[in-house]
């Protein structure tokens, strides 16, 4: 057997502690999530069952309406106590299990009847004198209806404005009958089954058409009142799939785009109809488009060709394109009918609505997804209008621009805002993420305990300096050390002698801090754009006693660095000397190799 790596089992050890720490696991005993009286071992299977019934209907944090009306374990506990002990513990709650379940029933149910009665309407119900047994395929949707009607007259509802949450049965009959409780009794009714024995052509005798019959047959098409709340499921839904919202936008617009084709082609084809009851004209003698399809003797026998055409018209209706149908139609000149002016203006305004719609939406997305460059370019341009009044050089404007683009990076939002909303936590965390390369790549931060260092990286100030630009002087008096986040920078010293270069993750100017009245040593000057970090002499020395293991690290650092700058400046100063000296004998040299001859000689 292989022995154990003892530095193995401490390591795990360590990120166990480490990952409790940042996850926590509650040890205490708790109760009953459902908040409800615990039932004794000899309770009779009726209280269980009532019990188990109970848990289904009451509120659950999974709900995604939850934690919008309360906000809080304690709220969600209260609300369950309230409505389980009360005395309308049978009433549905809004954010139940039960309820959110039902809701993706009557998504389901909702887009079998936007779909299935407008169409058996209007190929089906308005051409035939019989009942057909196709229309039977609505029934059980009329049923799962019936089932809504009283679901909703013992579910609990939610006040938009207050967040209340209402229990009582007879304020919950009275909100919803002052709702769609008539549009959803109206319309979950099977009309065509019922008066089967009155349905009737169009004709002009009271032996053909029944326009009051007809009528009543088609108020089941007022279900597409029902769009806003199936709206409001399907959102519901995609937020627990995990859906953003700029995606479940994108799902409902093509979902109403295809549910508004598939309406314009059944209004194409039903209207016609309509209006034959309604002024007892039969079809052989209508003049209308679906009377000159060639290949179509029989309307009743091919709802797919029908169906394929009148999707074709109802589609260019509402795109506002002049088309009829044309293909597949005997050679026979024929205006357009009273009924189908009627389709067309109908089509083109609803499409030029649904159009206007789109437009918003759209924008409004556009809109909210490039806010940031879009205010950018704004700010960018007050700038540019700034620099003409002042009448700004060349060299300048161009560092203004690189300063502005540099710190918002083609983007620009008002972050103070954004930030102030948060607590103080956040704050740290935020600015704990942000900084967390800078903190891996200090090496005095190496070591420390990590409540200090986010500390020291809360007490940071960014700034930015361009290329060229002095961040000090040597012989300045100091009161901040910085670090660097990105960039490169030269230090130089009082004679010009360049020593080195500092990037990302050094640190310079502590000297001033760690000695006070000591100035400036070198000057240092930034050689390319740089993101800088400020600590200032106050918060240093609030988190830095002089007593700790950094500050005398520090210490030890900045004597080293000294010593290099006096190496440097006594060789420089070593090295002028003798050029002096050199200088001096050279020109010795000359003057004595210049002197005048003797005129004796």
């Known amino acids: 057997m292989m022995a154990k790596d003892p530095l193995a089992e401490v390591k795990s050890k ?58 809080s374990h304690a709220a969600v506990s209260f609300e369950k106590k309230r409505h389980g002990r009360s005395p309308n513990w049978w009433v549905i709650h809004p954010c139940s299990s039960v309820r959110f379940g039902w809701e993706i029933v009557m998504c389901v149910t909702y887009l079998f009847c936007f779909i299935g009665i407008p169409y058996f309407s209007a190929f089906y119900m308005l051409n035939t004198s019989t009942y057909h047994w196709k229309e039977s395929i609505l029934v059980p949707g009329y049923f799962v209806c019936i089932v809504d009607i009283f679901l909703n007259f013992i579910t609990g509802y939610t006040s938009s404005n207050s967040h209340e949450i209402f229990l009582d049965p007879g304020v919950i009959a009275s909100h919803y009958t002052r709702g769609y409780f008539l549009i959803d009794l109206l319309t979950s009714i099977p009309y065509s089954w019922v008066l089967q024995d009155y349905h009737s052509m169009p004709g002009p005798t009271s032996k053909n058409s029944n326009f009051a019959t007809i009528m009543i047959e088609l108020l089941p098409l007022l279900k597409l009142l029902r769009l806003p709340t199936l709206y409001n499921f399907l959102m519901q839904f995609w937020q627990v799939l995990g859906i953003g919202h700029n995606v479940a936008v994108s799902l409902w617009i093509a979902l109403l785009t ?30 209308t488009w679906f009377n000159y399809i060639t290949d179509l003797e029989d309307h009743s026998a091919d709802q797919y060709r029908l169906y394929q055409l009148s999707f074709y018209n109802g589609l260019t209706g509402l795109c506002a394109i002049d088309s009829t149908i044309v293909a597949d139609t005997k050679e026979h000149n024929t205006g357009e009918t009273i009924g189908d002016k009627i389709v067309t203006c109908v089509l083109l305004l609803f499409g030029t609505l649904y159009q206007l719609y789109l437009i918003v939406v759209i924008l409004q997305w556009v809109e909210s997804e490039n806010a940031p460059e879009t205010r950018y370019q704004q700010i960018r341009n007050s700038l540019r209008l700034y620099i003409r ?52 790549s200090v090496a005095i931060f190496w070591n420390v305990p990590k409540l200090l260092v986010g500390s020291i990286i809360t007490a940071l100030k960014p700034e930015i300096f361009l290329s060229n630009e002095i961040i000090f002087k040597c012989d300045d008096e100091g009161n901040c050390m910085y670090f660097i986040g990105s960039g490169t920078l030269a230090v130089i010293t009082y004679t010009g002698k360049e020593i080195c270069h500092l990037e990302d993750g050094a640190h310079f100017g502590e000297s001033s801090l760690l000695y006070p009245g000591f100035r400036r040593p070198v000057t240092v000057i930034a050689l390319e754009k740089c993101e800088l970090f400020k600590l200032e002499r106050k918060d240093f020395n609030r988190l830095i006693p002089t007593n700790s293991d950094l500050h005398q690290r520090m210490r030890r650092a900045v004597k080293e660095q000294m010593a290099i700058v006096v190496q440097i400046e006594n060789d420089a100063t070593l090295n002028r000397g003798n050029d002096l000296e050199n200088w001096t004998s050279n020109l010795r040299m000359e003057s004595s190799s210049e002197k005048p001859k003797n005129p004796e000689d």
Request: aromatic share 12%.
């Open 258 to 287: 295809a549910l508004i084709f598939h309406w314009a082609a059944c209004f194409t084809y039903g209207f016609p109809f309509v209006l034959m009851h309604a002024t007892g004209s039969r079809i052989e003698d209508s003049d």
């Open 389 to 440: 009044k002042k009448q700004v050089p060349p060299s300048l404007e161009r560092k203004l621009l690189d300063y502005y683009q540099y710190s918002f990076r083609d983007k620009c939002f008002k972050e103070n805002a954004i930030v102030s909303a948060f607590s103080d936590h956040l704050k740290d965390e935020i600015v704990m993420h942000t900084c967390r390369q800078l903190m891996d």
């Open 14 to 71: 360590s990120f166990d502690s480490g990952k409790r720490k940042s996850t926590h696991i509650c040890e205490l005993s708790r109760g009953s999530d459902s908040n409800l009286l615990k039932l004794q071992p000899t309770a009779p299977l009726r209280s269980r069952l009532k019990r188990l019934f109970q848990k289904s209907i009451i509120i659950t944090e999974k709900h995604p309406a939850t934690r919008f009306y309360l906000r």
